[in-house]
């Protein structure tokens, strides 16, 4: 029943307080493509979490840096050199109602 226990670290102090969420759509959805583009996004360090979808976006990400500066280069020179994209979202919270970890 228990999956594990989680120590909860404020971003700021790791240099990660800066949360965008990014909806990416591919231009192609074959096996290879999906592939390559899950295996490079996935190991980016800054992307704290990624879910493929049904239906559009294609992909859910969750980015984490340290600034606006910071994310507009993550953006530029890793996420948007993925091939395989077509388009990519993002969209910066205003306000954090309710979160939860763990399930």
């Known amino acids: ?13 790791v240099g990660r307080g800066f949360e965008v969420l ?6 192609r ?19 704290i979490e990624m879910r493929r979808m049904f239906g559009l976006p294609d992909y859910f990400l969750r980015i984490a840096t340290a600034d606006l500066e910071t994310f507009e280069t993550f953006v530029t020179h890793h ?7 077509a388009r990519v979202d ?9 979160t939860r970890v763990g399930s």
């Open 1 to 13: 029943m228990i999956t594990g226990y989680h120590a909860r670290v404020d971003p700021r102090t």
């Open 22 to 27: 990014v909806n990416v759509d591919l231009a």
């Open 29 to 47: 959805k074959d096996r290879g493509t999906v592939e390559q583009f899950e295996a490079r996004v996935a190991a980016f360090d800054e992307v």
């Open 79 to 85: 996420l948007e050199d993925t091939p395989g994209i």
């Open 90 to 98: 993002s969209h910066l919270t205003m306000k954090t109602i309710k």
